[in-house]
């Protein structure tokens, strides 16, 4: 079976390091923490990309749909709406993205079975 290519990734692999070691020095609970990222990302217009990296750590942590739209709720009045719409935007975006990349997951899996099965 062929290999995955490596990347140098110098700019992901300082992101993914400095996550950690933020992760690793702070005293909240996972859904604390997740809920004051995306309040974060919200306040600061992020892109897409930076919402598509908090997916599978907000699911892990138990977040759910309702919770994401109680944030927005509550931040709205502060941060304004303009940037709340942005995040909903980015946020479905986000959700697209993953859904693809799981489905690609999923095909490639499949692909790698079945060529296992004909071997």
């Known amino acids: 079976m062929a290999t995955a ?11 993914a390091a400095m996550t950690i070691d933020s992760i690793e020095h702070c005293r909240m609970d996972q859904h604390t923490l997740i809920l004051s990222r995306i309040a974060a990302l919200v306040a600061m ?19 759910t749909v ?15 709406t303009a940037r709340v719409m942005s995040a909903a935007g980015h946020i479905a975006q986000a959700f697209g993205v993953a859904l693809a990349l799981a489905e ?16």
């Open 45 to 63: 217009d992020a892109p897409a990309i930076s919402y598509l990296a908090h997916i599978d750590p907000a699911a892990k942590a138990g977040f």
């Open 5 to 15: 290519p490596e990347f140098d990734t110098p700019v992901l692999d300082t992101i």
């Open 66 to 80: 309702e919770q994401l739209q109680d944030l927005l709720v509550a931040i709205a009045p502060v941060v304004g």
């Open 104 to 119: 690609s997951d999923a095909e490639a899996i499949a692909q790698a079975e079945a060529a296992r099965r004909a071997t």
